[in-house]
């Protein structure tokens, strides 16, 4: 086994399935948590110990998806406080489960997770480019930032729903 496969943390991302594609979802099953950042900037300490807390429960449930299946999201409701919410495949006993249903836009961007307000701003041109306006957003941050260094991209597709 390589170096490389033994040291993955987070699998390569591929963003053309996700570059400008539409995605319906009906009550597809998270997890929640909240979290404190500072003007929409994750707190990687914060992060890191809540994604393992979400993570580790939903191990211990059976409930991980297989890799592409896989998405952590983050909705910010103000730039102090973002929700984070992570696909499972089943209720998580102990955690806040959540469905989430509708019609969302995606677009990869890479960059600085200090970009996100530059890729809104740039989703929301898009949007108009196809008559679409986002009711939210959410940021999937495709890889953690060892993993990112290490691929020489911080990818994150942003989620418009639209309906």
Not at 65 to 88: C, I
Request: glycine share 4%; net charge positive; with cysteine.
């Amino acid at each position: 086994m390589s170096d490389e496969v033994k040291s993955e943390c987070c699998p390569r991302f591929d963003p053309a399935p996700w570059e400008e594609k539409e995605h319906i979802w009906n009550e597809k099953p998270f997890i929640r948590e909240d979290m404190r950042q500072f003007f929409h900037i994750p707190l990687p300490w914060i992060m890191g110990r809540k994604v393992k807390r979400m993570w580790e429960a939903a191990q211990n449930a059976d409930a991980i998806p297989n890799n592409e299946d896989f998405l952590l999201l983050a909705y910010d409701p103000s730039p102090w406080r973002s929700e984070l919410y992570m696909t499972v495949t089943k209720d998580v006993p102990g955690s806040r489960n959540v469905k989430i249903s509708g019609t969302f836009i995606t677009k990869v961007f890479d960059g600085p997770y200090n970009a996100v307000p530059k890729w809104i701003k740039k989703m929301e041109a898009y949007l108009e480019s196809i008559n679409e306006k986002s009711l939210r957003y959410y940021i999937h941050y495709t890889t953690c930032p060892k993993c990112a260094k290490k691929y020489g991209h911080n990818y994150a597709v942003v989620f418009a729903q639209i309906r």
